[in-house]
């Protein structure tokens, strides 16, 4: 059977039955078809038939898939429900008065068409699916409102609001999430051809995701989305997704970072730090006053060699010998701060020194630390000179002098000690303690010195008393040991020789006698 014949069979069918329907409804008219077999023929497909504006009927199919209201619904409103798939439906019955009217479903791929006829004050709409209708159509409904289910079952339970509009921004479907969405801004439920208040505050105007932000209706709580909208033929579909937590977490990072950038301000030590793109990411005032560059080249985000290109025309670096192998040093530098090995002191030709270090940061980012260190140098430099020169002086002393700390070990002697005794402590490897010294000292003399007394002196478990003590060499060289406490618990320990041999002279020549 050929698509001609079903649709003429299908016209022939609907006449009948509405004109039935008129002569049933006739005061003058008796009954021809009863409506018992009227309801029967309409039940067969999707149906809908129409008294002037109102909708008198609708098939068990049509209940089934688009749920009409009969005797509440109109055509207004019943064509809104169907302009979604059939937008070419006149906007009022009297546009098909006289004539049958065919309309196409919206998609190529859509077979559907709906055969409109009016009679009189009754219009009756069939819908026909891929040339099929009566038994053929609504099994195929059958499976298709199965399939509906399960699509809306899905689309309810998303917790993402997902909505349609048509070409003229009206809404023609949307989900339950929306409508609780809907309901949470405005303080009531949408429906079916309003215009789309949400999508003006908080949807975009373009394809694509979009972040926007809707007060709620008591102007209370201020939700984010990330709107993403898809066009399809003449319906922009919407989806909304809630990102509240996402902007908490990111509005609790910015925080952080603030309260970091506030701290790193007030730190004598230049910050700078480049992400993983090799690009200055942050940096804090202390590093404009170290390196002397200017804070619009800093927060142009240079990359690292741009910024070490700059430290060196600004003279802030130590000056290649050879330039031609710089930017290989510098790859060496980021290398060597990316595994958090780099540390160096740089003399400038200021006479400024820096200590510069470099440390590795998470998702690939590198941070150097500058920090001026010449007061410390400085202080170093003079505290060593004040030692040397201690140191000298000392030397020029005849009596040897030896120091212990409060825990036993020697920490300074003299050249005078060093030629009487024979003993370098510098030499040895360990710490010398006043044990090893004694042990050296009784094998260089002869007994009866106290060296018990003088171990327990320097060890804090005698008198506290300055005291001291004759020492004869075995080469008969005579000692006057004096033993004193000194600052911070250390005790000074001299060694004055009398006699004839008061000249130096090594211990160690006295075994060769």
């Given amino acids: 059977m050929t698509l001609w014949e079903i649709t003429v069979i299908v016209s022939a069918a609907a006449v009948s039955a509405l004109a039935g329907l008129a002569w049933i409804i006739s005061p003058r008219g008796q009954s021809v078809v009863s409506r018992r077999n009227m309801t029967q023929k309409l039940s067969e497909g999707v149906s809908f038939l129409f008294e002037n504006e109102r909708l008198h009927h609708a098939s068990e199919a049509a209940l089934e898939v688009y749920h009409p209201l009969p005797g509440h619904d109109d055509w207004t409103t019943w064509r809104e429900r169907m302009l979604g798939r059939f937008p070419g439906l006149p906007s009022s019955l009297s546009d098909t008065q006289g004539s049958n009217l065919t309309v196409q479903a919206r998609n190529a791929d859509d077979k559907a068409t709906l055969c409109v006829s009016r009679k009189g004050r009754f219009t009756q709409v069939q819908m026909i699916e891929n040339g099929m209708a009566g038994a053929a159509q609504s099994q195929q409904l059958r499976a298709l409102n199965l399939e509906l289910e399960h699509l809306r079952r899905a689309s309810d339970t998303t917790p993402h609001a997902v ?74 579909i919407y989806h909304a997704v809630n990102i509240n937590a996402v902007v908490r977490s990111e509005a609790a990072q910015r925080n952080f970072v603030q309260t970091l950038a506030k701290t790193f301000a007030q730190l004598s030590i230049g910050l700078a730090i480049f992400d993983r793109n090799g690009q200055l990411a942050l940096f804090n005032p ?45 790859a060496e530098v980021i290398a060597a701060a990316t595994d958090g090995r780099y540390q160096e002191t740089w003399t400038l030709e200021t006479g400024q020194t820096y200590r510069v270090r470099g440390r590795p940061h998470p998702d690939g980012a590198i941070a150097f630390l500058i920090e001026d260190i010449s007061a410390e140098i400085s202080l170093t430099r003079n505290f060593r000179a004040e030692l040397e020169l201690g140191q000298s002086l000392l030397d020029t002393f005849d009596e040897g002098l030896v120091v212990f700390s409060s825990t036993g070990v020697l920490t300074f002697c003299n050249t005078a000690y060093r030629d009487m005794w024979g003993l370098d402590p510098d030499s040895s490897f360990a710490d010398v303690t006043i044990a090893d010294s004694v042990r050296e000292w009784k094998n260089l003399t002869e007994p009866g010195a106290r060296w018990a007394a003088l171990t ?26 004096t033993v004193s406490r000194i600052a911070s618990g250390a005790t000074v320990i001299r060694f004055i020789s009398t006699g004839a041999k008061k000249a130096r002279r090594r211990v160690s020549a006295i075994g060769e006698n």
Avoid: H
């Avoid at 060699?305 to 192998?325: A, I, Q």
């Fill in 163 to 236: 909505w349609q509009i048509d070409q003229d921004g009206y809404v023609t479907w949307f989900n339950a999430a929306y409508e609780q969405l809907y309901s949470r801004l405005y303080n009531r439920k949408p429906s079916a051809g309003t215009p789309v208040l949400a999508v003006n505050e908080i949807g975009p105007t373009t394809d694509g995701p979009r972040r926007m932000s809707a007060e709620t209706a008591d102007g209370g709580m201020t939700d984010w989305y990330d709107v993403t909208t898809a066009q399809v033929g003449d319906t922009r």
């Fill in 286 to 330: 202390a590093l404009i006053d170290l390196t002397g560059l200017p804070a619009d080249f800093l927060s142009g985000r240079p990359t690292l060699l741009s910024f070490f290109d700059r430290m060196r025309e600004n003279r802030r670096m130590p000056e290649p010998k050879d330039y031609g192998t710089w930017r290989q040093q510098i």
């Fill in 456 to 481: 327990d002196f320097v060890l804090e478990f005698g008198d506290r008393e300055s005291w001291q003590m004759p020492v004869t060499l075995k080469n008969g060289n005579r000692l006057t040991c």
